[in-house]
């Protein structure tokens, strides 16, 4: 058995989440449908909307289910892109390249096949945004602007950006704001209505539910185009049977991992705190985002002179499950984007390492990685040499 300290890629299923979650799968009936099995299980969908709508605080009509993160960020861009574009005069489409590629590719596909203009907002050596430069964009470019996407909370770095203050500037120009919270939920405190957003994306996999179901919450003033055509379920914007098992398991981890935030809070923050100051005896090692406002249970380190990989396979050798928190698709380990966003060298961004724990991650846990990174490091730094 590993230790497991990467539930920000997906954290472990709760197991009366787990144990509901069965039992749905065993209850036939497609929700849609008019007997009343059918109506069974449109019930349990239900439940499950109001349940996210109560954790997330939106209205349970706001509650779109998706597929999980990605298809969400998805709908939200495209969906408002196109929403807002059809005249061609709100081309612009603002974020930062510190966002999860579930955001930077769909926004990249605009610009690419709908000819749409994107400004990447300047991001501090801590990971912050420039939310001054937002102001500016807003102020010479407002009306031209089809959306802005900022996320919550930042999967990499564990940042936290200031959604109130977006939404305000926003506000001002009549700008949608779409911002993906998949990192955030659970994890410190998201409230949709309070917030001023116009479109937010939450999955289920990062808060102990299956992979696979998540939701957009969209404005009820808010029309956006549809993805996905076909039934019209989900107010016509995710058309395809409504996975109620998925969405009540996720609603039950979502209101188990709301209800628990401040112990969540205190739990992971003082573990952390503990790793970071055994991470500082290391030579050549830092905390990547310096003293900037991050959840309290991520801590991202950059080490001089190795390669993530090599220290990942190394710390892997020893049972210590970790991520650089760098795009690794097809096996590939590539430079993080989020740290080259934050000025760093291509080196230093092949460098890193993130931990994130959770409520089941126990102080004995965290001192057997803290006693094994110094020495891996030292190997991985041998290894990357050669
Ligand atoms: C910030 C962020 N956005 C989006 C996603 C994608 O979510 P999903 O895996 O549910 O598609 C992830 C998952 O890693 C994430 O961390």
């Given at each position: 058995?590993?230790?497991y300290?990467?539930?920000?890629a997906t ?6 989440v ?15 449908s ?5 109506r069974g299980t449109?019930?349990l ?9 109560s ?6 009509n706001?509650?779109?289910f998706t597929?999980g ?13 196109w929403q ?5 005069r ?6 930062a390249?510190?966002?999860?590629h579930?955001?930077?590719d769909p ?8 000819a749409?203009e994107v ?9 912050v ?6 102001a ?15 996320m919550?909370t ?5 940042v936290?950006?200031?959604?109130n203050?977006?939404c305000?500037?926003a506000?001002?120009?009549?700008v949608?704001?779409?911002s ?42 808010s029309k956006?185009?549809s ?8 107010r016509?914007?995710r058309?395809?049977t409504?996975?109620y ?19 969540f ?8 705190a503990?790793?970071?100051?055994a991470?500082a005896?290391?030579e ?6 310096g ?7 991520t801590a ?10 090599t220290?990942?396979y ?6 210590f499950?970790?991520s650089?928190g760098?795009?690794?698709?097809a096996g590939?380990?590539?430079p993080?984007?989020?740290l080259?966003?934050m ?17 089941g991650t126990?102080?004995?846990e965290i001192?057997?990685f803290?006693?094994?990174l110094?020495p ?11």
């Amino acid at each position: 058995m590993s230790i497991y300290l990467d539930y920000a890629a997906t954290a472990p299923i709760r197991e009366d989440v787990l144990a509901s979650y069965l039992q749905s799968l065993r209850v036939v009936g497609n929700p849609s449908s008019i007997h009343g099995d059918g109506r069974g299980t449109r019930m349990l969908l239900e439940d499950a909307r109001d349940s996210i709508a109560s954790a997330v605080h939106c209205d349970r009509n706001e509650v779109i289910f998706t597929s999980g993160g990605t298809e969400s960020d998805n709908l939200a861009i495209k969906g408002l892109y196109w929403q807002r574009n059809q005249d061609a005069r709100r081309p612009l489409v603002v974020s930062a390249y510190t966002e999860h590629h579930g955001v930077i590719d769909p926004i990249e596909w605009l610009e690419k096949n709908e000819a749409a203009e994107v400004i990447w907002l300047p991001v501090s050596e801590s990971g912050v945004i420039d939310l001054d430069a937002l102001a500016e964009v807003l102020r010479a470019r407002g009306p031209e602007i089809a959306l802005i996407s900022l996320m919550w909370t930042n999967n990499e770095t564990g940042v936290i950006t200031d959604i109130n203050k977006v939404c305000e500037l926003a506000a001002g120009f009549g700008v949608p704001v779409h911002s993906d919270a998949v990192a955030a939920l659970g994890h410190v405190p998201v409230d949709f209505a309070g917030s001023g957003l116009t479109a937010m994306s939450i999955t289920g996999h990062k808060v102990g539910s299956p992979i696979g179901s998540g939701a957009l919450i969209l404005s009820r003033s808010s029309k956006i185009e549809s993805l996905i055509h076909g039934g019209g379920q989900e107010r016509g914007l995710r058309s395809g049977t409504m996975n109620y098992a998925g969405a009540t398991a996720f609603a039950r981890a979502a209101v188990q991992a709301v209800s628990e935030l401040e112990a969540f809070a205190s739990h992971t923050s003082v573990l952390i705190a503990g790793l970071k100051a055994a991470v500082a005896e290391i030579e050549g090692s830092r905390f990547s985002v310096g003293s900037a406002h991050c959840m309290p249970q991520t801590a991202h380190f950059t080490f001089d002179g190795l390669r993530s990989d090599t220290l990942l396979y190394l710390l892997d050798e020893q049972g210590f499950a970790v991520s650089a928190g760098s795009a690794c698709q097809a096996g590939v380990a590539r430079p993080s984007h989020v740290l080259i966003a934050m000025g760093r060298s291509q080196a230093e961004a092949s460098a890193c390492l993130r931990v994130t724990i959770g409520l089941g991650t126990t102080a004995a846990e965290i001192d057997a990685f803290a006693r094994a990174l110094g020495p891996a490091v030292e190997r991985a730094r041998a290894a990357s040499a050669v």
